[in-house]
């Protein structure tokens, strides 16, 4: 994958540079202090991925993200955990909170590979085959998978696809968040942000801005908090 980095602290860049470095499907084509100077090279050169900071002089990296080019993905890479929630909203592949460790940007990286897959296929056929009350059929990689809703963990939305995420692994499928959610059971699985829907039985533990399952973290927006604890907890 051809991916630039833009951060307005070289230590940041070096650190990301070093990380990249370790993953041969990575080809860091440049490095890049802020929003401006990263546009005109993505003008004029492709580029699949930005690791992308935030906050930043000028054009911030959540602005920044919303003016790239629909193919190319965005990890953002920032010191600030409170911006989590307004990455939902560009569609950002994941968000890392620096330092970043090694094995949470493999992570990363390896999500942002299988995401690209997808965006260069030609697949775009309906991707649900039948509903039940236990479990969905879900079409990915040429074959279709059932999918037992005890299973899922959360659902995640990257702009045309949907990612199912299971214990032990993920389905990816070309579908967006607002069709799948009306297909799950809505006693089981709700609403947290623009690009999350969480089952409820597999929480482990809340705030009033975050949710934990396992390991993973996701924080709950302004706009669906009150439909999400009405649901979760039987009252507003």
Do not use: W
Request: with cysteine; hydrophobic share 40%.
């Amino acid at each position: 994958m051809r991916c630039i980095i833009v951060d307005d602290e070289p230590i940041a860049r070096k650190g990301i540079e070093k990380l990249s470095r370790n993953i041969p499907t990575l080809n860091v084509l440049g490095s890049f202090e802020n929003a401006d100077a990263a546009a005109k090279f993505i003008s004029t050169s492709p580029v699949d991925l930005i690791f992308l900071d935030i906050r930043m002089p000028g054009i911030n990296g959540i602005e920044f993200a919303g003016s790239i080019p629909k193919t190319t993905l965005v990890i953002f890479t920032t010191a600030f955990a409170e911006f989590a929630v307004d990455s939902y909203e560009v569609d950002a592949v994941d968000y890392l909170v620096k330092p970043i460790k090694p094995k949470r940007f493999n992570k990363a990286v390896e999500k942002a590979i299988a995401y690209h897959a997808l965006l260069v296929s030609d697949s775009k056929s309906i991707n649900i085959e039948q509903v039940e009350s236990d479990f969905i059929f879900v079409k990915s990689d040429r074959r279709y998978f059932k999918v037992e809703f005890k299973d899922v963990r959360f659902v995640e939305g990257l702009k045309d696809y949907v990612v199912i995420q299971l214990d032990n692994n993920r389905i990816i499928t070309h579908m967006n968040l607002k069709t799948i959610h009306e297909l799950l059971p809505p006693n089981k699985f709700l609403r947290v942000n623009r690009s999350y829907i969480v089952n409820k039985d597999r929480i482990s533990s809340f705030s009033n801005n975050d949710i934990f399952i396992g390991d993973y973290e996701i924080g709950i927006s302004n706009f669906y908090r009150a439909s999400f604890f009405e649901g979760l907890l039987g009252h507003k």
